[in-house]
Protein backbone atom coordinates (compact mmCIF):
# COMPACT_ATOMS: atom_id res chain seq x y z
CA UNK A 1 0.00 0.00 0.00
CA UNK A 2 3.28 2.53 1.53
CA UNK A 3 4.14 1.58 -2.58
CA UNK A 4 1.39 2.29 -4.54
CA UNK A 5 0.70 5.78 -2.72
CA UNK A 6 3.97 6.38 -3.23
CA UNK A 7 3.41 7.09 -7.17
CA UNK A 8 1.03 10.42 -6.09
CA UNK A 9 3.70 12.07 -3.78
CA UNK A 10 5.33 13.99 -7.38
CA UNK A 11 1.83 14.98 -8.69
CA UNK A 12 0.78 17.02 -5.67
CA UNK A 13 -2.44 18.56 -6.43
CA UNK A 14 -3.13 15.90 -9.82
CA UNK A 15 -4.72 13.42 -10.10
CA UNK A 16 -3.19 10.20 -7.86
CA UNK A 17 -2.26 7.15 -9.98
CA UNK A 18 -1.70 4.16 -7.82
CA UNK A 19 0.22 0.74 -8.58
CA UNK A 20 -1.75 -1.13 -11.88
CA UNK A 21 -4.65 -3.45 -10.24
CA UNK A 22 -6.27 -6.31 -11.27
CA UNK A 23 -9.86 -5.28 -11.30
CA UNK A 24 -11.95 -2.54 -11.09
CA UNK A 25 -13.01 -1.14 -7.74
CA UNK A 26 -16.84 -1.68 -6.59
CA UNK A 27 -18.50 1.28 -6.27
CA UNK A 28 -21.73 2.45 -4.21
CA UNK A 29 -23.10 3.61 -7.30
CA UNK A 30 -26.55 5.07 -8.37
CA UNK A 31 -28.62 3.60 -11.28
CA UNK A 32 -29.98 6.82 -12.17
CA UNK A 33 -26.72 8.75 -12.57
CA UNK A 34 -24.96 6.11 -15.56
CA UNK A 35 -24.26 7.99 -18.61
CA UNK A 36 -22.10 7.45 -21.90
CA UNK A 37 -20.15 9.89 -23.97
CA UNK A 38 -17.71 9.49 -26.58
CA UNK A 39 -15.57 11.13 -29.43
CA UNK A 40 -16.22 10.33 -33.33
CA UNK A 41 -15.84 6.52 -33.56
CA UNK A 42 -16.09 6.40 -29.34
CA UNK A 43 -19.66 8.45 -30.47
CA UNK A 44 -20.52 5.85 -32.55
CA UNK A 45 -19.79 3.21 -29.61
CA UNK A 46 -21.37 5.78 -27.16
CA UNK A 47 -25.03 5.58 -28.94
CA UNK A 48 -24.65 1.72 -29.80
CA UNK A 49 -24.10 1.60 -25.81
CA UNK A 50 -26.69 3.67 -25.08
CA UNK A 51 -29.59 1.91 -27.25
CA UNK A 52 -28.21 -1.75 -26.57
CA UNK A 53 -28.83 -0.84 -22.76
CA UNK A 54 -30.95 2.24 -22.47
CA UNK A 55 -31.95 0.41 -19.24
CA UNK A 56 -28.61 1.23 -18.39
CA UNK A 57 -27.66 4.26 -19.32
CA UNK A 58 -29.94 7.29 -18.97
CA UNK A 59 -28.31 9.79 -21.50
CA UNK A 60 -25.74 9.63 -23.87
CA UNK A 61 -23.51 12.79 -25.37
CA UNK A 62 -21.80 12.37 -28.63
CA UNK A 63 -19.01 14.39 -30.01
CA UNK A 64 -18.53 14.07 -33.97
CA UNK A 65 -20.46 10.95 -33.85
CA UNK A 66 -23.42 10.06 -36.39
CA UNK A 67 -26.67 8.16 -35.37
CA UNK A 68 -26.68 4.46 -34.53
CA UNK A 69 -26.36 1.64 -36.71
CA UNK A 70 -24.94 3.83 -39.63
CA UNK A 71 -22.32 1.64 -41.26
CA UNK A 72 -24.46 -1.67 -41.58
CA UNK A 73 -21.84 -3.01 -41.19
CA UNK A 74 -19.93 -1.88 -44.53
CA UNK A 75 -16.15 -0.20 -44.29
CA UNK A 76 -17.58 1.78 -47.13
CA UNK A 77 -20.20 2.99 -45.98
CA UNK A 78 -18.51 3.87 -42.74
CA UNK A 79 -16.30 5.98 -45.01
CA UNK A 80 -18.97 7.96 -46.64
CA UNK A 81 -21.76 8.35 -45.78
CA UNK A 82 -20.94 8.01 -41.82
CA UNK A 83 -18.18 10.48 -41.90
CA UNK A 84 -18.47 12.36 -45.29
CA UNK A 85 -21.99 12.22 -45.12
CA UNK A 86 -22.55 11.68 -49.12
CA UNK A 87 -24.97 10.56 -49.33
CA UNK A 88 -26.64 11.37 -46.21
CA UNK A 89 -27.71 8.95 -43.37
CA UNK A 90 -31.14 7.71 -43.90
CA UNK A 91 -32.49 8.22 -40.31
CA UNK A 92 -36.22 7.34 -40.86
CA UNK A 93 -34.74 3.37 -41.92
CA UNK A 94 -32.17 3.00 -39.19
CA UNK A 95 -35.24 4.37 -36.75
CA UNK A 96 -37.00 0.84 -38.51
CA UNK A 97 -34.10 -1.26 -38.01
CA UNK A 98 -33.87 -0.16 -34.35
CA UNK A 99 -37.05 -1.03 -33.37
CA UNK A 100 -36.99 -3.84 -35.21
CA UNK A 101 -33.78 -4.79 -33.40
CA UNK A 102 -35.34 -4.14 -29.92
CA UNK A 103 -38.41 -5.95 -30.54
CA UNK A 104 -36.20 -8.87 -31.19
CA UNK A 105 -34.12 -8.25 -27.96
CA UNK A 106 -30.99 -7.73 -30.17
CA UNK A 107 -31.11 -3.78 -28.73
CA UNK A 108 -32.86 -2.80 -25.09
CA UNK A 109 -36.37 -1.74 -24.35
CA UNK A 110 -36.33 1.65 -26.46
CA UNK A 111 -39.24 2.76 -23.99
CA UNK A 112 -36.55 2.87 -21.27
CA UNK A 113 -35.10 6.18 -23.34
CA UNK A 114 -37.87 8.48 -21.73
CA UNK A 115 -35.70 9.11 -18.86
CA UNK A 116 -32.76 9.77 -21.30
CA UNK A 117 -31.23 13.16 -22.08
CA UNK A 118 -28.93 13.23 -25.51
CA UNK A 119 -26.25 15.89 -26.05
CA UNK A 120 -25.05 16.03 -29.83
CA UNK A 121 -22.15 18.01 -30.00
CA UNK A 122 -20.00 18.93 -33.51
CA UNK A 123 -17.40 21.72 -34.49
CA UNK A 124 -18.19 23.79 -37.58
CA UNK A 125 -14.25 23.26 -38.33
CA UNK A 126 -14.51 19.62 -38.64
CA UNK A 127 -13.22 18.60 -42.35
CA UNK A 128 -13.58 14.46 -40.44
CA UNK A 129 -16.91 14.49 -40.33
CA UNK A 130 -19.69 16.37 -41.82
CA UNK A 131 -22.20 18.70 -40.04
CA UNK A 132 -25.05 16.70 -41.54
CA UNK A 133 -23.60 13.12 -40.05
CA UNK A 134 -23.76 14.13 -36.49
CA UNK A 135 -26.73 15.95 -36.84
CA UNK A 136 -28.44 12.46 -38.43
CA UNK A 137 -27.58 11.36 -34.73
CA UNK A 138 -29.74 14.61 -33.29
CA UNK A 139 -32.25 13.72 -35.71
CA UNK A 140 -32.05 10.04 -35.04
CA UNK A 141 -33.18 10.24 -31.29
CA UNK A 142 -36.07 13.32 -32.63
CA UNK A 143 -37.31 10.50 -34.70
CA UNK A 144 -37.31 7.77 -32.04
CA UNK A 145 -39.20 9.92 -29.97
CA UNK A 146 -42.00 11.49 -32.58
CA UNK A 147 -42.70 7.88 -33.61
CA UNK A 148 -42.82 6.27 -30.02
CA UNK A 149 -45.36 8.59 -27.64
CA UNK A 150 -43.99 7.05 -24.74
CA UNK A 151 -40.52 8.93 -25.74
CA UNK A 152 -42.58 11.95 -25.29
CA UNK A 153 -40.19 12.73 -22.05
CA UNK A 154 -37.13 12.43 -23.72
CA UNK A 155 -34.49 15.32 -23.96
CA UNK A 156 -32.39 15.97 -27.52
CA UNK A 157 -29.85 18.79 -27.81
CA UNK A 158 -28.12 19.94 -30.69
CA UNK A 159 -25.01 21.91 -30.46
CA UNK A 160 -23.29 22.29 -33.59
CA UNK A 161 -22.46 26.34 -33.69
CA UNK A 162 -19.26 26.26 -31.97
CA UNK A 163 -15.94 26.78 -33.74
CA UNK A 164 -13.53 23.75 -33.49
CA UNK A 165 -12.70 20.65 -35.26
CA UNK A 166 -12.27 17.46 -35.55
CA UNK A 167 -11.37 17.05 -31.57
CA UNK A 168 -12.57 17.46 -28.12
CA UNK A 169 -12.32 20.86 -26.94
CA UNK A 170 -10.81 21.90 -23.44
CA UNK A 171 -11.18 25.21 -21.48
CA UNK A 172 -7.99 26.04 -21.86
CA UNK A 173 -6.97 28.31 -25.49
CA UNK A 174 -4.27 27.50 -28.24
CA UNK A 175 -3.60 27.08 -31.75
CA UNK A 176 -5.16 23.80 -32.40
CA UNK A 177 -8.35 24.67 -31.86
CA UNK A 178 -9.63 23.98 -35.75
CA UNK A 179 -7.19 21.02 -36.21
CA UNK A 180 -7.27 17.41 -35.74
CA UNK A 181 -3.85 16.53 -34.16
CA UNK A 182 -3.07 13.94 -31.54
CA UNK A 183 -4.39 13.98 -28.92
CA UNK A 184 -6.70 15.10 -30.38
CA UNK A 185 -7.67 17.94 -27.38
CA UNK A 186 -8.98 21.22 -29.03
CA UNK A 187 -7.43 24.12 -26.90
CA UNK A 188 -10.96 25.99 -27.80
CA UNK A 189 -11.02 27.74 -24.37
CA UNK A 190 -14.72 25.94 -24.39
CA UNK A 191 -14.64 22.74 -21.86
CA UNK A 192 -16.58 20.20 -23.46
CA UNK A 193 -16.13 18.15 -20.78
CA UNK A 194 -17.88 20.50 -18.49
CA UNK A 195 -21.00 21.07 -21.10
CA UNK A 196 -21.02 17.05 -21.38
CA UNK A 197 -21.62 16.70 -17.42
CA UNK A 198 -23.90 19.80 -17.08
CA UNK A 199 -26.51 17.92 -20.15
CA UNK A 200 -26.25 14.80 -18.34
CA UNK A 201 -26.49 15.62 -15.06
CA UNK A 202 -27.33 19.27 -14.29
CA UNK A 203 -25.64 22.07 -13.07
CA UNK A 204 -23.13 21.13 -10.17
CA UNK A 205 -20.86 23.64 -8.34
CA UNK A 206 -17.51 24.05 -9.81
CA UNK A 207 -14.51 22.44 -10.09
CA UNK A 208 -11.51 22.15 -8.42
CA UNK A 209 -8.60 23.59 -10.87
CA UNK A 210 -7.28 19.78 -10.63
CA UNK A 211 -8.13 16.53 -10.10
CA UNK A 212 -7.87 15.41 -6.59
CA UNK A 213 -9.27 11.45 -7.20
CA UNK A 214 -7.21 8.36 -8.45
CA UNK A 215 -6.61 7.72 -11.62
CA UNK A 216 -6.45 3.51 -11.68
CA UNK A 217 -5.60 1.07 -14.26
CA UNK A 218 -7.15 -2.09 -14.18
CA UNK A 219 -7.14 -5.46 -16.27
CA UNK A 220 -9.52 -5.34 -19.44
CA UNK A 221 -8.36 -9.18 -20.26
CA UNK A 222 -10.04 -10.30 -16.97
CA UNK A 223 -13.71 -9.30 -17.99
CA UNK A 224 -13.68 -10.74 -21.38
CA UNK A 225 -17.13 -12.34 -22.17
CA UNK A 226 -16.92 -15.82 -21.77
CA UNK A 227 -12.81 -15.44 -22.45
CA UNK A 228 -13.43 -14.23 -26.18
CA UNK A 229 -11.43 -11.04 -27.38
CA UNK A 230 -12.94 -8.22 -27.04
CA UNK A 231 -10.14 -6.53 -29.43
CA UNK A 232 -9.28 -4.55 -26.65
CA UNK A 233 -5.53 -3.35 -24.69
CA UNK A 234 -4.59 -5.19 -21.96
CA UNK A 235 -4.95 -2.48 -19.57
CA UNK A 236 -8.00 0.12 -18.96
CA UNK A 237 -8.33 3.22 -16.83
CA UNK A 238 -10.73 4.64 -14.40
CA UNK A 239 -10.93 7.69 -12.30
CA UNK A 240 -12.33 7.63 -8.56
CA UNK A 241 -13.16 10.88 -6.56
CA UNK A 242 -12.28 10.64 -3.23
CA UNK A 243 -16.23 10.91 -2.45
CA UNK A 244 -16.90 7.60 -4.26
CA UNK A 245 -13.87 5.92 -2.54
CA UNK A 246 -15.09 6.89 0.61
CA UNK A 247 -18.27 5.26 0.50
CA UNK A 248 -20.70 7.86 -1.12
CA UNK A 249 -23.41 6.90 -3.76
CA UNK A 250 -21.96 8.08 -7.27
CA UNK A 251 -22.92 8.26 -10.87
CA UNK A 252 -20.79 6.76 -13.35
CA UNK A 253 -19.47 7.95 -17.13
CA UNK A 254 -18.41 5.74 -19.35
CA UNK A 255 -16.05 7.89 -21.98
CA UNK A 256 -15.17 6.27 -25.44
CA UNK A 257 -11.77 7.81 -26.73
CA UNK A 258 -11.43 8.23 -30.62
CA UNK A 259 -9.79 6.71 -33.16
CA UNK A 260 -5.71 7.09 -32.19
CA UNK A 261 -6.91 8.17 -29.30
CA UNK A 262 -5.96 5.55 -27.00
CA UNK A 263 -3.28 5.21 -23.91
CA UNK A 264 -1.04 3.08 -26.76
CA UNK A 265 -1.31 6.19 -29.09
CA UNK A 266 -1.14 9.50 -27.06
CA UNK A 267 0.19 8.27 -23.89
CA UNK A 268 -2.55 9.01 -21.10
CA UNK A 269 -3.23 12.76 -22.48
CA UNK A 270 -6.98 11.83 -22.88
CA UNK A 271 -7.32 9.94 -19.43
CA UNK A 272 -5.79 12.56 -17.53
CA UNK A 273 -6.29 15.92 -19.72
CA UNK A 274 -9.54 15.90 -21.42
CA UNK A 275 -11.18 17.75 -18.12
CA UNK A 276 -13.97 14.88 -17.62
CA UNK A 277 -12.19 14.37 -13.65
CA UNK A 278 -12.00 17.29 -12.17
CA UNK A 279 -15.53 17.66 -12.80
CA UNK A 280 -16.05 14.03 -11.90
CA UNK A 281 -14.71 15.52 -8.34
CA UNK A 282 -17.65 18.03 -7.98
CA UNK A 283 -20.44 15.54 -9.56
CA UNK A 284 -19.27 12.85 -7.16
CA UNK A 285 -19.17 11.03 -10.57
CA UNK A 286 -16.75 7.64 -11.12
CA UNK A 287 -15.30 7.69 -14.83
CA UNK A 288 -14.48 4.79 -16.69
CA UNK A 289 -12.07 5.00 -19.62
CA UNK A 290 -11.92 1.58 -21.64
CA UNK A 291 -8.96 1.39 -24.05
CA UNK A 292 -8.96 -0.25 -27.21
CA UNK A 293 -5.79 -1.52 -29.12
CA UNK A 294 -4.72 -1.87 -32.90
CA UNK A 295 -4.76 -4.77 -35.07
CA UNK A 296 -4.40 -5.55 -39.00
CA UNK A 297 -6.42 -8.86 -38.55
CA UNK A 298 -8.93 -7.79 -37.83
CA UNK A 299 -8.28 -4.64 -39.75
CA UNK A 300 -8.41 -1.45 -37.29
CA UNK A 301 -4.95 -0.01 -37.46
CA UNK A 302 -6.07 2.76 -35.69
CA UNK A 303 -7.59 1.38 -32.70
CA UNK A 304 -11.52 2.60 -32.82
CA UNK A 305 -14.37 1.12 -31.35
CA UNK A 306 -16.18 -0.90 -33.74
CA UNK A 307 -19.02 0.69 -35.13
CA UNK A 308 -18.32 -0.67 -38.87
CA UNK A 309 -18.50 -4.90 -37.94
CA UNK A 310 -14.88 -5.77 -37.43
CA UNK A 311 -15.78 -7.76 -34.33
CA UNK A 312 -18.32 -9.14 -35.78
CA UNK A 313 -22.12 -8.90 -37.39
CA UNK A 314 -23.78 -8.11 -34.22
CA UNK A 315 -20.94 -5.35 -33.52
CA UNK A 316 -23.68 -2.50 -32.53
CA UNK A 317 -26.29 -4.80 -30.78
CA UNK A 318 -26.14 -5.95 -27.14
CA UNK A 319 -24.57 -9.18 -28.92
CA UNK A 320 -21.95 -7.76 -29.62
CA UNK A 321 -18.63 -8.79 -28.13
CA UNK A 322 -17.70 -5.13 -27.07
CA UNK A 323 -21.36 -4.27 -25.80
CA UNK A 324 -21.05 -7.36 -23.44
CA UNK A 325 -17.15 -6.49 -22.12
CA UNK A 326 -18.94 -2.84 -21.41
CA UNK A 327 -21.65 -5.07 -19.21
CA UNK A 328 -19.46 -6.52 -17.10
CA UNK A 329 -17.39 -4.04 -16.86
CA UNK A 330 -20.51 -1.77 -15.47
CA UNK A 331 -21.25 -4.85 -13.10
CA UNK A 332 -17.29 -5.09 -11.81
CA UNK A 333 -18.14 -1.43 -11.00
CA UNK A 334 -21.23 -2.19 -8.87
CA UNK A 335 -24.19 -0.78 -11.65
CA UNK A 336 -26.93 -2.29 -9.80
CA UNK A 337 -28.62 -3.11 -14.11
CA UNK A 338 -25.42 -4.77 -14.92
CA UNK A 339 -26.73 -8.29 -14.09
CA UNK A 340 -23.70 -10.76 -14.82
CA UNK A 341 -21.70 -14.30 -13.58
CA UNK A 342 -17.88 -12.10 -12.46
CA UNK A 343 -16.51 -15.60 -12.30
CA UNK A 344 -13.25 -14.92 -13.45
CA UNK A 345 -10.64 -17.26 -15.59
Not at 95 to 116: F, H, I, K, N, Y
Not at 227 to 252: E, H, S
Not at 279 to 300: E, I, K, M
Request: proline share 6%; with cysteine.
Amino acid sequence: MRAAWALCLPLLLAACVRAPEDRLPSLKVDPARVEVAGLSAGAYMATQSHLAWPDIFSGAALVAGGPWGCAGGQLTTALGTCMKGTPAPDVDALVTQAREASAAGRLGPLDALARSRVYVLHGKDDTRVAANVSQAAATFYDTLRAKMPALASMQVTWDGDRDFGHNLPVAASGDDCRTSVAPYLGHCGFDAAGAIFKQLYGPAPMPAKAATGELRSFDQNRLRPDGRDAFLADTGYAYVPKACMDGAACGVLVVFHGCKQNVESVGEAFVREAGFNRWADAYHVAVLYPQTRASFAPLNPQACWDWWGYSGAHYDTREGVQQQWLLRALAALGVPQARVDLKQP
